[in-house]
């Protein structure tokens, strides 16, 4: 299983970027997926999950109303567009794979992919 995720950079403080993963070796449209980042000197944390269908979605409290997760089974991809960045976005953003609808945990999750590193200055 190889999770691939792209889409990183360097933004200023307002912009916006769109983070791809793309999943090979499984069957894409069994699994649930979601996001998560380590800030510079942090613990990994959720960020959000979308359901195998698209149906369901949550998101951390911090990034309601700004980030958007969405997939294409597809493509075998699932995509983080982050609009309105601030400096506290600043991470890597990994992806993961779930057998869990809406799992928040990094234990619920079985495969990740390298990351991607996202830097927003302000």
């Known amino acids: 299983v190889q999770l691939q995720a792209s889409g990183g950079g360097l933004v200023q403080a307002g912009g916006s970027l769109r983070l791809s993963c793309v999943v090979s070796g499984r069957t894409f449209s069994n699994d649930a997926m979601g996001w998560f980042r380590q800030p510079p000197g942090k613990e990994r944390g959720f960020v959000a999950a979308?359901?195998?269908?698209?149906?369901?979605?949550d998101y951390k409290d911090s990034v309601k109303g700004r980030f958007t997760i969405s997939r294409d089974n597809a493509k075998n991809t699932v995509y983080l567009q982050m609009n309105n960045l601030i400096p506290q976005d600043t991470a890597v953003y990994y992806c993961?794979?779930?057998?869990?609808?809406?799992?928040?945990?990094?234990?619920?999750?079985?495969?990740w992919g390298q990351g991607t590193l996202v830097t927003v200055s302000s």
């Open positions: 993961g794979v779930s057998r869990t609808v809406g799992a928040r945990a990094i234990h619920e999750y079985d495969y």
């Open positions: 979308i359901s195998r269908g698209s149906v369901f979605t």
